[in-house]
């Protein structure tokens, strides 16, 4: 049988993990912490519900003009740390952070197949374990990944250092501008 275009098995771990995003994503909307996570509206056949966290590769299409920081960000440094078009790692932290035109964006270092931290090979994120490859914006480039790398939303602290908090997801379209 033929599956429907457009229809994706998701296993459970990926469900619950798209789950708690969307819960999450109702903690950015309201509350007045002066910033309101917003993606691009529409959305075609073959694009994902617009804060998924999955798609939407266009690079400072929502962008957030130094978001104040809520919840327990971890701090990452400076603004002027990350330098275009080079992750930096935060092992402990599992996740990368990312400098592109658009601004800085934070995304899970860990691969969707199978939870490995990936690397960076070649100008690109790789999973050791099988070979998963992914786009610098988390997009799958090849598998065996079915989901691509999540992102987490990024604020500015109170010392001017930049703060990821990965309690909360946000779409792939997401920057923070500093």
């Known amino acids: 049988m033929r599956r429907a275009k457009g229809l994706v098995e998701l296993s459970r771990r990926d469900f619950c993990a798209l789950a708690a995003g ?10 007045g912490s002066g910033a309101i996570q917003t993606g691009a509206l529409g959305g075609g056949d073959d694009q994902p519900p617009v804060d998924s966290g999955v798609g ?21 440094g400076p603004p002027s740390m990350f330098v275009l078009g080079t992750p930096v790692a935060f092992s402990t932290n599992r996740f990368f952070v990312v400098r592109d035109a658009g601004g800085l964006y934070a995304l899970s270092s860990s ?11 070649s100008g690109r994120f790789r999973c050791p374990r099988h070979g998963a490859l992914f ?4 997009a799958i480039i090849s598998g065996p990944v079915s989901q691509p790398l999540v992102h987490y939303s990024m604020c ?5 250092h930049v703060g ?15």
Do not use: Q, W
Not at 60 to 72: L, N, Q
Not at 135 to 138: A, E, L, R, V
Not at 156 to 160: E, L
């Open 22 to 31: 969307g819960l999450a994503l109702i903690g950015c909307v309201d509350g």
């Open 56 to 76: 939407h590769d266009a690079p400072g299409a929502d962008a957030a003009m130094g978001a104040a920081c809520s919840g327990t960000p971890v701090d990452v």
């Open 111 to 121: 691969c969707t197949h199978e939870g490995v931290t990936c690397g960076v090979s």
């Open 135 to 138: 786009t610098f914006n988390g």
């Open 156 to 160: 500015i602290m109170a010392n001017g």
């Open 164 to 178: 990821v908090t990965k309690s909360a997801i946000v779409s792939a379209s997401t920057r923070l501008v500093a």
